[in-house]
């Protein structure tokens, strides 16, 4: 008989806890501060804002209060409708005119096509209040030609029109170049072959295709006319508009409660672009299939010379303009002493901070693409590496998206309201160039984000499955393989943001501080006092700026580009 006693049983092992995956955790970490940072400088500002439209000036909850005064006042209540139909009337001027401009670019083969493509993008170089102030100088009661006026001033709408379309020209063109770039040769053919007229082939061809691109055009241009700041301030006169009440409610009358519902009303705008946008990129069908042959513009030497004639006379006004400015910051005392002289660049003796606000402009843009860039390429890794189902990175990617439809004014007045509660912890930053740093990386986050996600996604992911095969870190991954191979994208990135830190007006008016001034705000103070002049030679040194890092960027992208197609060509030979 067996002893029961003495019978063991299978051994009973204590169970073996998973090992904590540190890299994961790492990763949600990292994506949890990426979060938490895009709400502190996006969402929670807007929030604030919000919130203040619906208080008093006690900070009690009042409703819709303020909303209902607004609409009884009729000053403002004129301002919106005045903003709606200038928006409207600068749309219909120059999406076509934009539309023609794209079109000789991309289906002719006119000549110089690529400095016409460059003449066209220069006001994105920039402020909005360039445009503005070299319009006085053409047609302002001392204008060379303010004869074609025919008696009428050009402060008010018609200087308004006329100088936002000027501003918004390169991003009809941008539009519209990437529109019209992409369309089947196979369809062109067809046409050709059964005699269709060139008339019949627009409308039944090209048009179709280049239908979203046209919708998004105008619905930019709509948006941007509206909360546009710089160009009202400058030549509006008292024609009242929104983007300048807002201004004159918080600066001039303190009255942050009606400034809050003036911010409200403009976010309207950019969120029914952003939905209209959404919707129409859901029905917009591809203009290339893997079947499709790109079409390549034929020689037809009578087209081409209209096409060149045409874009010359849209490239005529351009560099009038920027022209004259220049023109006008070499001038001694316009129009009465026309003597060449530096005298408008001697800042101080207009302005008691001198050159300050320039080197302000140049910091803020410098730490703008430096701390932008890292913060959106990261974040965008984050989001498209980190397949484990993060809902972290889901919510971060939508907040990132925000921006896109928030105008700069309504986020610096949001800055105002979050940063400058005493119960903040962060109130400590409001005055400084870190508040001014932050307020324009939210502002232009959107772009840098979707630049990074292509440039990521054109990246194989057998990278990361070879790198985790042979035990490597994800993040050694990252600093040895994914960002060498995305510089010229990061350096893109990067003169994005210096570029529209440096031309920005609206989204820090709100924000700055007599020791952070910078050179777009010099260029309203120097316009208000009436050395017009010294504002124009201000507003110069921002486009001057702005076109030499442009430059240095595509120098250095073209020498980037050639040593990684050498790399590549290496490793194919291998």
């Not at 089947?184 to 048009?207: G, H, Q, V």
């Not at 560099?319 to 004259?324: E, V």
């Not at 054109?458 to 393989?481: C, H, K, M, P, Y």
Request: charged fraction near 10%; hydrophobic fraction near 55%.
């Amino acid at each position: 008989m067996t002893d029961l006693s003495t019978r063991q049983g299978p051994a009973i092992r204590p169970a073996i806890r998973p090992a904590i995956d540190w890299e994961h955790v790492s990763r949600l970490a990292a994506g949890a501060v990426m979060l938490v940072i895009a709400l502190v400088i996006i969402v929670l500002p807007l929030y604030a804002l919000l919130s203040q439209s619906f208080e008093d000036h006690q900070g009690n909850f009042v409703g819709l209060a303020n909303f209902v005064s607004y609409a009884k006042d009729p000053i403002l209540r004129q301002s919106l409708i005045n903003s709606l139909w200038v928006a409207a009337l600068t749309v219909c001027i120059v999406v076509p005119l934009g539309f023609l401009y794209s079109y000789a670019l991309t289906r002719s083969c006119m000549p110089l096509r690529g400095l016409f493509k460059g003449i066209a993008l220069l006001p994105i170089l920039a402020p909005s209040l360039l445009p503005a102030i070299a319009l006085i100088y053409i047609f302002g009661n001392q204008g060379y030609l303010k004869w074609l006026m025919f008696g009428n001033s050009i402060y008010g709408p018609v200087g308004i029109i006329m100088a936002q379309v000027f501003h918004c020209f390169p991003f009809v063109v941008l539009i519209m170049t990437t529109a019209l770039a992409t369309a089947d040769a196979r369809l062109y053919e067809a046409a050709e072959t059964l005699n269709t007229s060139r008339w019949r082939i627009f409308w039944t061809i090209t048009f179709p295709g280049a239908r979203y691109g046209l919708i998004n055009a105008s619905f930019v241009v709509f948006t941007t006319a509206i909360v546009d700041f710089g160009i009202a301030k400058v030549i509006g006169g008292k024609f009242n508009m929104l983007a300048v009440d807002v201004y004159r409610q918080i600066i001039g009358q303190a009255n942050f409660q009606m400034g809050a519902v003036i911010g409200v009303i403009l976010l309207l705008p950019a969120v029914l672009t952003f939905v209209v946008e959404r919707i129409t990129y859901k029905h917009q069908t591809s203009q290339l299939t893997s079947r499709a042959v790109m079409l390549q513009p034929k020689r037809s030497p009578r087209f081409d010379r209209t096409m060149l004639l045409a874009v010359a006379l849209l490239a005529i006004p351009i560099l009038g303009i920027i022209g004259t400015a220049i023109f006008a910051s070499f001038v001694t005392l316009w129009p009465y002493n026309l003597a060449f002289s530096f005298n408008n660049f001697n800042f101080g003796a207009f302005d008691p901070g001198g050159w300050l606000s320039y080197w302000n402009s140049v910091e803020m843009a410098a730490w703008t693409a430096l701390f932008g860039t890292i913060m959106a390429f990261t974040g965008a890794y984050l989001t498209e590496k980190h397949r484990k189902g993060s809902q972290v990175m889901l919510g971060y990617h939508i907040v990132a998206m925000v921006p896109l439809a928030v105008p700069g004014i309504v986020l610096g007045l949001g800055y105002v309201f979050f940063f400058n509660m005493p119960s903040n912890p962060l109130n400590f930053i409001y005055g400084t160039m870190i508040i001014m740093v932050l307020c324009t990386i939210g502002h232009y986050y959107t772009v840098p984000h979707l630049m990074a996600l292509t440039a990521l996604k054109q990246i194989d992911a057998e990278f990361e499955a070879a790198s985790q095969a042979l035990g490597v870190s994800f993040w050694t991954t990252l600093r040895r393989v994914t960002i060498p191979i995305s510089i010229p994208a990061i350096i893109d990135m990067a003169t994005y943001f210096f570029v529209n830190a440096m031309t920005t007006v609206a989204g820090v008016i709100f924000i700055y501080a007599s020791t952070t001034k910078v050179a777009s705000i010099a260029v309203v103070a120097l316009n208000d006092t009436g050395d017009e002049g010294a504002a124009c030679a201000m507003a110069m040194m921002i486009l001057y700026t702005s076109a030499g890092v442009k430059l240095l960027q595509v120098i250095v992208t073209r020498l980037l580009l050639r040593g990684q197609q050498q790399w590549r060509s290496n490793l194919r030979e291998a």
